[in-house]
DNA sequence: GTGTTTATCGTCAGGAAGACGACTATGATC
DNA sequence: GATCATAGTCGTCTTCCTGACGATAAACAC
Protein backbone atom coordinates (compact mmCIF):
# COMPACT_ATOMS: atom_id res chain seq x y z
CA UNK A 1 0.00 0.00 0.00
CA UNK A 2 1.95 2.99 -1.49
CA UNK A 3 0.95 6.15 0.76
CA UNK A 4 1.40 8.92 -1.16
CA UNK A 5 -0.62 11.81 0.38
CA UNK A 6 -0.37 13.43 -2.87
CA UNK A 7 -2.20 11.09 -4.69
CA UNK A 8 -5.77 10.69 -2.80
CA UNK A 9 -8.98 12.16 -4.39
CA UNK A 10 -10.24 14.89 -1.65
CA UNK A 11 -13.99 13.74 0.08
CA UNK A 12 -15.99 15.91 2.24
CA UNK A 13 -16.82 14.37 5.26
CA UNK A 14 -20.50 15.14 6.94
CA UNK A 15 -22.32 13.55 10.07
CA UNK A 16 -25.62 12.56 9.48
CA UNK A 17 -28.12 11.68 12.41
CA UNK A 18 -30.93 9.47 12.40
CA UNK A 19 -33.02 10.75 15.93
CA UNK A 20 -35.60 9.04 17.50
CA UNK A 21 -38.03 9.25 19.59
CA UNK A 22 -41.68 7.44 20.48
CA UNK A 23 -44.36 9.88 20.58
CA UNK A 24 -47.83 9.08 20.64
CA UNK A 25 -47.01 5.77 20.54
CA UNK A 26 -45.49 5.94 17.53
CA UNK A 27 -41.92 6.07 16.60
CA UNK A 28 -40.63 9.33 15.13
CA UNK A 29 -37.59 10.62 13.79
CA UNK A 30 -36.76 13.99 13.35
CA UNK A 31 -36.14 16.01 9.88
CA UNK A 32 -35.82 18.89 8.68
CA UNK A 33 -36.48 20.76 5.15
CA UNK A 34 -33.83 21.70 3.05
CA UNK A 35 -33.52 24.93 1.82
CA UNK A 36 -31.09 24.56 -0.86
CA UNK A 37 -30.70 22.29 -3.75
CA UNK A 38 -30.18 19.59 -4.39
CA UNK A 39 -33.81 18.21 -2.96
CA UNK A 40 -34.64 21.77 -2.33
CA UNK A 41 -37.78 21.80 -0.22
CA UNK A 42 -37.98 17.98 1.01
CA UNK A 43 -37.40 16.59 3.48
CA UNK A 44 -33.76 15.18 5.34
CA UNK A 45 -32.35 13.83 7.79
CA UNK A 46 -30.18 16.58 9.84
CA UNK A 47 -26.03 16.54 9.32
CA UNK A 48 -23.30 18.71 8.63
CA UNK A 49 -20.02 18.71 8.08
CA UNK A 50 -17.17 17.40 9.94
CA UNK A 51 -14.85 20.22 10.92
CA UNK A 52 -11.24 19.87 10.83
CA UNK A 53 -10.52 19.53 14.33
CA UNK A 54 -13.27 17.50 15.28
CA UNK A 55 -13.73 13.65 16.10
CA UNK A 56 -16.80 11.88 13.98
CA UNK A 57 -18.32 11.70 17.43
CA UNK A 58 -18.20 15.42 18.57
CA UNK A 59 -19.38 16.05 15.43
CA UNK A 60 -22.32 13.94 15.73
CA UNK A 61 -23.20 15.18 19.27
CA UNK A 62 -22.42 19.22 17.93
CA UNK A 63 -25.23 18.84 14.92
CA UNK A 64 -27.54 16.89 18.14
CA UNK A 65 -27.01 19.83 19.92
CA UNK A 66 -27.56 22.18 17.51
CA UNK A 67 -30.81 20.53 16.16
CA UNK A 68 -32.63 19.52 19.32
CA UNK A 69 -30.47 21.06 22.13
CA UNK A 70 -30.10 17.53 23.61
CA UNK A 71 -26.35 16.38 25.19
CA UNK A 72 -25.12 13.21 24.04
CA UNK A 73 -23.70 10.91 26.53
CA UNK A 74 -21.14 8.37 26.06
CA UNK A 75 -22.74 5.32 24.62
CA UNK A 76 -20.58 3.04 27.47
CA UNK A 77 -22.03 5.14 30.59
CA UNK A 78 -25.26 4.25 32.03
CA UNK A 79 -28.42 6.62 31.06
CA UNK A 80 -28.34 8.49 34.23
CA UNK A 81 -28.77 12.47 33.03
CA UNK A 82 -31.43 13.32 30.68
CA UNK A 83 -29.24 13.74 27.58
CA UNK A 84 -29.58 11.35 24.61
CA UNK A 85 -27.77 7.91 23.84
CA UNK A 86 -25.47 8.43 20.78
CA UNK A 87 -23.48 5.66 18.71
CA UNK A 88 -22.23 5.41 15.07
CA UNK A 89 -24.47 3.88 12.39
CA UNK A 90 -22.66 3.19 9.23
CA UNK A 91 -20.93 5.22 6.37
CA UNK A 92 -22.57 5.91 2.86
CA UNK A 93 -20.28 6.95 0.31
CA UNK A 94 -21.52 5.98 -3.28
CA UNK A 95 -20.20 8.09 -5.63
CA UNK A 96 -23.06 10.10 -6.95
CA UNK A 97 -25.04 9.99 -3.43
CA UNK A 98 -24.47 13.93 -3.68
CA UNK A 99 -24.73 15.09 -7.19
CA UNK A 100 -22.19 18.09 -6.37
CA UNK A 101 -19.17 16.57 -5.02
CA UNK A 102 -17.58 13.28 -3.06
CA UNK A 103 -19.36 13.12 0.35
CA UNK A 104 -18.83 10.21 2.58
CA UNK A 105 -21.52 10.64 5.72
CA UNK A 106 -21.05 8.72 8.77
CA UNK A 107 -24.52 8.26 9.68
CA UNK A 108 -25.20 8.04 13.76
CA UNK A 109 -28.41 6.92 15.52
CA UNK A 110 -29.48 9.05 18.34
CA UNK A 111 -32.56 8.04 20.95
CA UNK A 112 -34.04 11.06 22.87
CA UNK A 113 -36.76 10.69 25.45
CA UNK A 114 -40.07 12.85 24.13
CA UNK A 115 -39.01 16.06 23.50
CA UNK A 116 -41.08 19.78 22.87
CA UNK A 117 -41.27 20.69 19.52
CA UNK A 118 -38.10 20.71 17.54
CA UNK A 119 -36.26 23.56 16.60
CA UNK A 120 -33.91 23.84 13.54
CA UNK A 121 -31.81 26.87 13.96
CA UNK A 122 -34.68 28.51 15.33
CA UNK A 123 -36.99 27.87 12.76
CA UNK A 124 -39.46 25.52 14.08
CA UNK A 125 -41.82 25.02 10.55
CA UNK A 126 -38.30 23.79 8.96
CA UNK A 127 -38.21 20.67 11.56
CA UNK A 128 -40.71 17.63 12.70
CA UNK A 129 -40.68 14.91 14.56
CA UNK A 130 -42.15 12.31 11.92
CA UNK A 131 -43.64 8.46 12.29
CA UNK A 132 -40.81 6.56 10.55
CA UNK A 133 -43.59 5.45 8.84
CA UNK A 134 -44.19 8.08 7.22
CA UNK A 135 -40.60 9.09 6.06
CA UNK A 136 -40.40 5.57 4.73
CA UNK A 137 -42.91 5.04 2.71
CA UNK A 138 -42.09 5.95 -1.08
CA UNK A 139 -44.37 8.12 -2.30
CA UNK A 140 -47.36 8.05 -0.65
CA UNK A 141 -49.56 10.42 1.57
CA UNK A 142 -49.29 10.92 4.73
CA UNK A 143 -51.97 11.44 7.37
CA UNK A 144 -53.16 14.31 6.13
CA UNK A 145 -53.65 13.39 2.53
CA UNK A 146 -50.95 14.84 1.13
CA UNK A 147 -48.47 13.11 -1.06
CA UNK A 148 -45.39 12.23 0.46
CA UNK A 149 -42.16 13.04 -1.25
CA UNK A 150 -39.25 10.66 -0.12
CA UNK A 151 -35.84 11.72 1.94
CA UNK A 152 -33.60 13.75 0.47
CA UNK A 153 -30.16 11.77 -0.81
CA UNK A 154 -29.74 8.23 0.49
CA UNK A 155 -31.27 9.22 3.85
CA UNK A 156 -34.38 6.63 3.28
CA UNK A 157 -31.68 3.95 3.70
CA UNK A 158 -29.99 5.53 6.17
CA UNK A 159 -33.23 5.61 7.93
CA UNK A 160 -34.11 2.30 7.65
CA UNK A 161 -30.53 1.38 8.52
CA UNK A 162 -30.59 3.36 11.75
CA UNK A 163 -34.74 2.54 12.40
CA UNK A 164 -33.53 -1.65 12.26
CA UNK A 165 -30.35 -0.88 14.68
CA UNK A 166 -32.71 0.26 17.27
CA UNK A 167 -35.06 -2.27 17.37
CA UNK A 168 -32.76 -5.05 17.29
CA UNK A 169 -30.36 -3.50 20.03
CA UNK A 170 -33.15 -2.76 22.50
CA UNK A 171 -33.65 -6.82 22.55
CA UNK A 172 -30.66 -7.81 23.88
CA UNK A 173 -29.54 -3.95 25.77
CA UNK A 174 -31.22 -1.91 28.25
CA UNK A 175 -31.35 1.20 25.27
CA UNK A 176 -35.70 1.15 25.40
CA UNK A 177 -34.86 2.90 28.26
CA UNK A 178 -33.19 6.08 26.32
CA UNK A 179 -36.62 6.55 24.88
CA UNK A 180 -37.79 7.40 28.58
CA UNK A 181 -37.66 10.28 31.27
CA UNK A 182 -35.31 9.84 33.65
CA UNK A 183 -38.15 8.20 36.16
CA UNK A 184 -40.64 6.06 34.20
CA UNK A 185 -42.95 2.89 35.38
CA UNK A 186 -42.98 -0.57 33.42
CA UNK A 187 -46.36 0.26 31.93
CA UNK A 188 -44.26 3.06 30.21
CA UNK A 189 -41.31 1.15 28.93
CA UNK A 190 -43.37 -1.74 27.97
CA UNK A 191 -44.99 1.46 25.69
CA UNK A 192 -41.50 2.29 23.91
CA UNK A 193 -40.95 -1.37 23.45
CA UNK A 194 -44.12 -1.77 21.63
CA UNK A 195 -44.51 1.41 19.83
CA UNK A 196 -40.62 0.61 18.21
CA UNK A 197 -41.62 -2.98 17.25
CA UNK A 198 -45.44 -2.54 16.89
CA UNK A 199 -46.57 -5.28 18.27
CA UNK A 200 -48.57 -5.92 21.24
CA UNK A 201 -46.84 -7.18 24.37
CA UNK A 202 -48.17 -9.20 27.16
CA UNK A 203 -48.37 -6.77 29.89
CA UNK A 204 -47.69 -9.50 32.81
CA UNK A 205 -44.97 -11.32 30.94
CA UNK A 206 -43.40 -7.88 30.10
CA UNK A 207 -43.42 -6.93 33.76
CA UNK A 208 -42.26 -10.30 35.13
CA UNK A 209 -39.54 -10.01 32.40
CA UNK A 210 -37.91 -6.63 33.18
CA UNK A 211 -38.58 -6.33 36.91
CA UNK A 212 -36.75 -10.03 37.04
CA UNK A 213 -33.93 -9.20 35.29
CA UNK A 214 -31.17 -8.07 37.89
CA UNK A 215 -29.51 -4.44 37.23
CA UNK A 216 -32.02 -3.67 34.84
CA UNK A 217 -34.47 -1.20 36.56
CA UNK A 218 -33.88 0.11 39.81
CA UNK A 219 -37.27 1.19 41.88
CA UNK A 220 -36.90 4.97 43.38
CA UNK A 221 -39.67 4.65 45.96
CA UNK A 222 -42.30 6.74 43.99
CA UNK A 223 -45.73 5.92 42.30
CA UNK A 224 -47.59 7.81 39.31
CA UNK A 225 -50.54 7.69 37.98
CA UNK A 226 -50.21 9.62 34.91
CA UNK A 227 -51.14 6.48 32.70
CA UNK A 228 -54.83 6.69 34.67
CA UNK A 229 -55.15 3.46 36.18
CA UNK A 230 -53.77 2.09 39.51
CA UNK A 231 -50.40 3.94 40.20
CA UNK A 232 -47.48 2.38 39.20
CA UNK A 233 -43.83 2.25 40.62
CA UNK A 234 -40.99 4.29 39.49
CA UNK A 235 -38.40 2.78 38.53
CA UNK A 236 -34.90 4.44 36.74
CA UNK A 237 -32.45 2.22 34.56
CA UNK A 238 -29.79 0.43 36.58
CA UNK A 239 -26.47 -0.13 35.35
CA UNK A 240 -27.00 -2.85 33.17
CA UNK A 241 -26.69 -2.40 29.80
CA UNK A 242 -26.53 -6.07 28.60
CA UNK A 243 -29.82 -7.80 28.89
CA UNK A 244 -29.12 -11.92 29.28
CA UNK A 245 -31.19 -13.51 28.04
CA UNK A 246 -32.21 -11.18 25.88
CA UNK A 247 -35.82 -9.56 25.38
CA UNK A 248 -37.49 -11.72 22.57
CA UNK A 249 -39.12 -9.96 19.69
CA UNK A 250 -42.36 -11.50 18.99
CA UNK A 251 -42.29 -12.87 15.13
CA UNK A 252 -44.77 -11.64 12.50
CA UNK B 1 -27.39 23.49 7.76
CA UNK B 2 -25.97 25.78 4.83
CA UNK B 3 -24.00 23.37 2.83
CA UNK B 4 -21.36 25.80 1.08
CA UNK B 5 -18.96 23.20 -1.65
CA UNK B 6 -16.36 25.61 -0.96
CA UNK B 7 -16.31 25.78 2.69
CA UNK B 8 -15.79 21.82 3.75
CA UNK B 9 -12.50 20.87 4.59
CA UNK B 10 -10.93 18.20 2.59
CA UNK B 11 -10.48 14.62 3.76
CA UNK B 12 -8.75 11.29 2.35
CA UNK B 13 -10.80 8.30 2.95
CA UNK B 14 -9.08 5.00 2.96
CA UNK B 15 -10.60 1.70 4.08
CA UNK B 16 -9.05 -0.82 6.11
CA UNK B 17 -9.34 -4.62 6.42
CA UNK B 18 -10.38 -6.84 9.36
CA UNK B 19 -9.53 -10.44 7.25
CA UNK B 20 -10.23 -13.31 10.35
CA UNK B 21 -9.86 -16.80 9.97
CA UNK B 22 -9.47 -19.71 11.84
CA UNK B 23 -6.35 -21.75 11.96
CA UNK B 24 -4.88 -24.63 14.31
CA UNK B 25 -7.59 -23.85 16.20
CA UNK B 26 -6.60 -19.74 16.91
CA UNK B 27 -8.45 -16.85 15.49
CA UNK B 28 -6.23 -15.27 13.37
CA UNK B 29 -6.26 -11.87 11.63
CA UNK B 30 -4.24 -10.47 8.58
CA UNK B 31 -1.65 -8.26 9.07
CA UNK B 32 0.76 -6.75 6.64
CA UNK B 33 4.23 -5.16 7.30
CA UNK B 34 4.16 -0.88 6.73
CA UNK B 35 6.98 -0.44 4.23
CA UNK B 36 6.90 3.66 4.79
CA UNK B 37 6.61 6.11 7.52
CA UNK B 38 4.98 6.43 9.94
CA UNK B 39 5.23 3.55 11.64
CA UNK B 40 7.50 1.76 9.13
CA UNK B 41 8.37 -1.66 10.03
CA UNK B 42 5.37 -2.45 12.08
CA UNK B 43 2.46 -4.71 11.41
CA UNK B 44 -0.63 -2.92 10.04
CA UNK B 45 -4.26 -3.80 8.83
CA UNK B 46 -4.17 -3.96 5.51
CA UNK B 47 -6.03 -1.20 3.70
CA UNK B 48 -6.10 1.53 1.41
CA UNK B 49 -7.48 5.02 -0.06
CA UNK B 50 -10.66 4.30 -1.51
CA UNK B 51 -10.95 5.65 -5.61
CA UNK B 52 -12.29 8.81 -6.60
CA UNK B 53 -15.42 6.54 -8.62
CA UNK B 54 -15.33 3.46 -6.27
CA UNK B 55 -18.30 2.86 -3.44
CA UNK B 56 -17.18 1.73 -0.10
CA UNK B 57 -17.82 -1.48 -0.49
CA UNK B 58 -16.15 -2.02 -3.79
CA UNK B 59 -12.97 -0.63 -2.80
CA UNK B 60 -12.82 -3.39 0.12
CA UNK B 61 -13.73 -5.51 -2.36
CA UNK B 62 -10.97 -4.46 -4.37
CA UNK B 63 -8.20 -4.53 -1.23
CA UNK B 64 -9.64 -7.57 -0.19
CA UNK B 65 -8.69 -9.43 -3.72
CA UNK B 66 -5.64 -7.48 -3.64
CA UNK B 67 -4.10 -8.80 -0.46
CA UNK B 68 -5.62 -12.18 -0.08
CA UNK B 69 -7.30 -12.96 -3.95
CA UNK B 70 -10.37 -13.79 -2.52
CA UNK B 71 -13.22 -12.61 -4.06
CA UNK B 72 -15.78 -11.00 -2.01
CA UNK B 73 -19.84 -11.72 -1.71
CA UNK B 74 -22.48 -9.66 -0.92
CA UNK B 75 -23.44 -9.75 2.96
CA UNK B 76 -27.28 -10.85 2.33
CA UNK B 77 -26.88 -13.46 -0.41
CA UNK B 78 -26.15 -16.76 1.15
CA UNK B 79 -22.22 -18.24 1.35
CA UNK B 80 -22.86 -20.34 -1.76
CA UNK B 81 -19.11 -20.03 -3.48
CA UNK B 82 -16.36 -19.62 -2.18
CA UNK B 83 -15.83 -16.39 -1.32
CA UNK B 84 -15.69 -13.90 2.15
CA UNK B 85 -17.88 -12.57 3.65
CA UNK B 86 -17.48 -8.73 3.89
CA UNK B 87 -19.07 -6.28 5.82
CA UNK B 88 -19.06 -2.83 7.33
CA UNK B 89 -17.74 -2.15 10.43
CA UNK B 90 -17.20 1.03 11.76
CA UNK B 91 -15.62 4.50 10.67
CA UNK B 92 -12.19 5.73 12.39
CA UNK B 93 -12.22 9.48 12.34
CA UNK B 94 -9.78 10.93 15.22
CA UNK B 95 -8.35 14.24 13.97
CA UNK B 96 -4.38 12.80 14.61
CA UNK B 97 -4.88 9.35 13.88
CA UNK B 98 -2.62 9.58 10.70
CA UNK B 99 0.14 12.23 11.73
CA UNK B 100 0.39 13.36 8.40
CA UNK B 101 -3.00 14.34 7.54
CA UNK B 102 -6.83 13.97 8.23
CA UNK B 103 -7.71 10.87 7.22
CA UNK B 104 -11.19 8.81 8.29
CA UNK B 105 -11.03 5.52 7.72
CA UNK B 106 -13.81 3.11 7.09
CA UNK B 107 -13.33 -0.21 7.93
CA UNK B 108 -14.98 -3.57 7.04
CA UNK B 109 -14.79 -6.98 8.38
CA UNK B 110 -13.78 -10.13 6.03
CA UNK B 111 -14.17 -13.76 7.32
CA UNK B 112 -12.46 -16.84 5.16
CA UNK B 113 -11.79 -20.19 5.63
CA UNK B 114 -8.24 -21.18 6.39
CA UNK B 115 -6.24 -20.15 3.48
CA UNK B 116 -2.82 -20.99 2.04
CA UNK B 117 -0.22 -18.21 2.96
CA UNK B 118 -0.96 -15.11 2.23
CA UNK B 119 0.46 -12.51 -0.44
CA UNK B 120 1.11 -8.93 -0.06
CA UNK B 121 1.98 -7.74 -3.61
CA UNK B 122 3.89 -10.82 -3.71
CA UNK B 123 6.19 -10.06 -0.68
CA UNK B 124 5.25 -13.25 1.46
CA UNK B 125 7.19 -11.85 4.27
CA UNK B 126 5.32 -8.44 4.80
CA UNK B 127 1.90 -10.56 4.72
CA UNK B 128 0.90 -13.22 7.56
CA UNK B 129 -1.75 -14.12 9.18
CA UNK B 130 -1.23 -13.44 13.18
CA UNK B 131 -3.61 -14.92 16.48
CA UNK B 132 -5.20 -11.82 17.08
CA UNK B 133 -4.51 -12.42 20.99
CA UNK B 134 -1.28 -12.09 19.55
CA UNK B 135 -1.57 -8.63 17.84
CA UNK B 136 -3.75 -7.18 20.42
CA UNK B 137 -1.37 -7.71 23.33
CA UNK B 138 0.38 -4.85 24.18
CA UNK B 139 4.15 -4.75 24.26
CA UNK B 140 4.29 -8.23 25.46
CA UNK B 141 6.15 -11.27 23.50
CA UNK B 142 5.15 -13.43 20.54
CA UNK B 143 5.30 -17.35 20.79
CA UNK B 144 8.92 -16.98 19.70
CA UNK B 145 9.98 -14.72 22.44
CA UNK B 146 10.60 -11.76 20.06
CA UNK B 147 9.05 -8.51 21.62
CA UNK B 148 5.40 -7.56 20.13
CA UNK B 149 5.18 -4.16 19.21
CA UNK B 150 1.60 -2.99 19.07
CA UNK B 151 -0.15 -2.60 15.71
CA UNK B 152 0.47 0.65 13.99
CA UNK B 153 -2.19 3.82 14.05
CA UNK B 154 -5.28 2.94 15.83
CA UNK B 155 -5.34 -0.57 14.53
CA UNK B 156 -5.12 -2.15 17.78
CA UNK B 157 -8.74 -0.69 18.25
CA UNK B 158 -9.90 -1.34 15.27
CA UNK B 159 -8.62 -5.09 15.30
CA UNK B 160 -10.35 -5.63 18.59
CA UNK B 161 -13.88 -3.84 17.45
CA UNK B 162 -13.80 -6.18 14.68
CA UNK B 163 -13.05 -9.59 16.75
CA UNK B 164 -15.86 -8.20 19.60
CA UNK B 165 -18.20 -8.54 16.05
CA UNK B 166 -17.39 -11.82 14.79
CA UNK B 167 -17.76 -12.83 18.34
CA UNK B 168 -21.16 -11.34 18.62
CA UNK B 169 -22.66 -11.97 15.40
CA UNK B 170 -21.97 -15.83 15.24
CA UNK B 171 -24.19 -16.07 18.23
CA UNK B 172 -27.25 -15.50 16.32
CA UNK B 173 -26.24 -15.41 12.76
CA UNK B 174 -24.96 -18.37 10.39
CA UNK B 175 -21.79 -16.68 9.63
CA UNK B 176 -19.45 -19.13 11.51
CA UNK B 177 -20.11 -21.25 7.94
CA UNK B 178 -17.98 -18.00 5.93
CA UNK B 179 -14.70 -19.66 7.76
CA UNK B 180 -15.66 -23.48 7.12
CA UNK B 181 -14.98 -24.32 3.08
CA UNK B 182 -17.86 -25.09 0.95
CA UNK B 183 -18.55 -28.85 2.52
CA UNK B 184 -18.16 -28.99 6.30
CA UNK B 185 -18.97 -31.20 9.32
CA UNK B 186 -20.55 -30.46 12.56
CA UNK B 187 -17.29 -30.75 14.44
CA UNK B 188 -15.48 -28.54 12.30
CA UNK B 189 -18.64 -25.85 12.80
CA UNK B 190 -17.93 -26.25 16.36
CA UNK B 191 -14.42 -26.26 16.41
CA UNK B 192 -15.11 -22.72 14.65
CA UNK B 193 -17.08 -21.80 17.20
CA UNK B 194 -14.42 -22.65 20.22
CA UNK B 195 -11.73 -21.01 18.34
CA UNK B 196 -13.76 -17.71 17.98
CA UNK B 197 -14.65 -18.01 21.51
CA UNK B 198 -12.15 -19.37 23.24
CA UNK B 199 -14.36 -21.88 24.44
CA UNK B 200 -14.85 -25.45 24.72
CA UNK B 201 -18.30 -26.86 23.80
CA UNK B 202 -20.12 -30.04 24.40
CA UNK B 203 -20.12 -31.81 21.10
CA UNK B 204 -23.19 -33.51 21.68
CA UNK B 205 -25.44 -30.39 22.20
CA UNK B 206 -23.86 -28.80 19.65
CA UNK B 207 -25.00 -30.98 17.44
CA UNK B 208 -28.26 -31.11 18.37
CA UNK B 209 -28.58 -27.09 18.55
CA UNK B 210 -26.99 -26.88 14.50
CA UNK B 211 -29.21 -30.03 13.45
CA UNK B 212 -32.05 -29.31 15.06
CA UNK B 213 -32.19 -25.51 13.64
CA UNK B 214 -34.45 -25.29 10.32
CA UNK B 215 -32.31 -24.18 7.50
CA UNK B 216 -28.98 -23.63 9.16
CA UNK B 217 -27.69 -26.87 7.80
CA UNK B 218 -27.88 -28.86 4.67
CA UNK B 219 -26.56 -32.47 4.25
CA UNK B 220 -24.64 -33.14 0.90
CA UNK B 221 -25.10 -36.61 1.34
CA UNK B 222 -21.01 -37.48 1.54
CA UNK B 223 -19.19 -38.17 4.84
CA UNK B 224 -15.65 -37.56 5.59
CA UNK B 225 -12.64 -38.98 8.08
CA UNK B 226 -10.71 -36.22 7.55
CA UNK B 227 -10.96 -35.26 11.26
CA UNK B 228 -10.46 -39.30 12.41
CA UNK B 229 -12.62 -40.84 14.64
CA UNK B 230 -15.87 -42.21 13.14
CA UNK B 231 -16.86 -40.79 9.39
CA UNK B 232 -18.87 -37.24 9.60
CA UNK B 233 -21.53 -35.89 7.84
CA UNK B 234 -20.60 -33.66 5.26
CA UNK B 235 -22.75 -30.41 5.43
CA UNK B 236 -23.44 -27.08 3.33
CA UNK B 237 -24.58 -23.62 4.49
CA UNK B 238 -28.72 -23.69 4.26
CA UNK B 239 -30.06 -20.56 3.51
CA UNK B 240 -31.21 -19.75 6.83
CA UNK B 241 -28.90 -16.45 8.07
CA UNK B 242 -30.51 -15.78 11.11
CA UNK B 243 -30.31 -18.11 13.99
CA UNK B 244 -33.49 -17.84 16.13
CA UNK B 245 -32.96 -18.87 19.08
CA UNK B 246 -29.35 -17.41 19.27
CA UNK B 247 -26.44 -20.14 19.88
CA UNK B 248 -25.96 -19.57 23.67
CA UNK B 249 -21.97 -18.35 24.20
CA UNK B 250 -21.16 -19.65 27.51
CA UNK B 251 -20.08 -16.91 30.04
CA UNK B 252 -16.81 -16.41 31.52
C1' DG C 1 -8.64 -57.56 19.30
C1' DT C 2 -7.84 -53.42 22.13
C1' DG C 3 -7.55 -48.78 22.66
C1' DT C 4 -8.31 -44.10 20.88
C1' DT C 5 -10.72 -40.73 18.53
C1' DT C 6 -14.67 -38.50 16.79
C1' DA C 7 -19.64 -38.64 15.67
C1' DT C 8 -24.33 -39.22 16.94
C1' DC C 9 -28.51 -40.51 19.67
C1' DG C 10 -30.98 -40.34 24.17
C1' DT C 11 -32.33 -39.05 28.83
C1' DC C 12 -33.21 -35.99 32.54
C1' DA C 13 -33.53 -31.82 35.39
C1' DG C 14 -33.87 -26.76 35.53
C1' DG C 15 -34.99 -22.34 33.63
C1' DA C 16 -37.44 -19.11 30.73
C1' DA C 17 -41.33 -17.75 28.03
C1' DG C 18 -46.21 -17.66 26.29
C1' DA C 19 -51.00 -17.92 27.66
C1' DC C 20 -53.96 -16.41 30.80
C1' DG C 21 -56.66 -16.15 35.52
C1' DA C 22 -57.08 -13.25 39.54
C1' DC C 23 -56.72 -9.35 42.34
C1' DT C 24 -55.64 -4.28 43.36
C1' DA C 25 -55.89 0.65 43.24
C1' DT C 26 -56.79 4.62 40.94
C1' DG C 27 -60.03 8.07 38.13
C1' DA C 28 -64.41 8.63 35.50
C1' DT C 29 -69.38 8.19 35.15
C1' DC C 30 -73.94 7.72 36.58
C1' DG D 1 -71.34 6.76 46.65
C1' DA D 2 -71.80 2.66 43.59
C1' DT D 3 -70.26 1.17 39.33
C1' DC D 4 -67.22 0.93 35.54
C1' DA D 5 -63.10 1.37 32.93
C1' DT D 6 -58.21 1.42 33.13
C1' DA D 7 -53.74 0.08 34.34
C1' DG D 8 -50.62 -2.45 37.46
C1' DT D 9 -49.04 -6.62 39.83
C1' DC D 10 -48.87 -11.48 41.42
C1' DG D 11 -49.46 -16.50 40.25
C1' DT D 12 -50.10 -20.77 37.68
C1' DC D 13 -49.48 -24.00 34.05
C1' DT D 14 -47.60 -25.83 29.93
C1' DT D 15 -44.07 -25.93 26.57
C1' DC D 16 -39.67 -25.34 24.77
C1' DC D 17 -34.69 -25.00 25.19
C1' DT D 18 -30.52 -25.74 27.37
C1' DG D 19 -26.75 -27.88 30.08
C1' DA D 20 -24.98 -32.12 31.97
C1' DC D 21 -23.90 -36.44 30.78
C1' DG D 22 -24.60 -41.69 29.64
C1' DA D 23 -24.35 -44.76 25.73
C1' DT D 24 -23.50 -46.44 21.18
C1' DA D 25 -21.26 -46.27 16.45
C1' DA D 26 -17.61 -46.29 13.11
C1' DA D 27 -13.32 -45.29 11.72
C1' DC D 28 -7.83 -45.78 12.60
C1' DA D 29 -3.35 -47.28 15.15
C1' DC D 30 -1.01 -50.85 17.30
Not at 87 to 97: F, S, V
Not at 159 to 164: P, Y
Request: aromatic share 8%.
Amino acid sequence: MPYDPSAFPPFAVTVDLVVLTVRRHALCALAVRRGEAPFQGRWALPGGFVRADEDLTQAAARELAEETGLLAHDPDAPAQDNGAHLEQLATYGDPGRDPRMRVVSVAHLALAPDLPAPRAGGDASNARWAPVEELLQQGGYGRDGEPVAPLAFDHARILADGVERARSKIEYSSLATAFCPTEFTVGELRRVYEAVWGVALDPRNFHRKVTGTPGFLVPTGGTTTRQGGRPAQLFRAGGATLLNPPMLRPEV
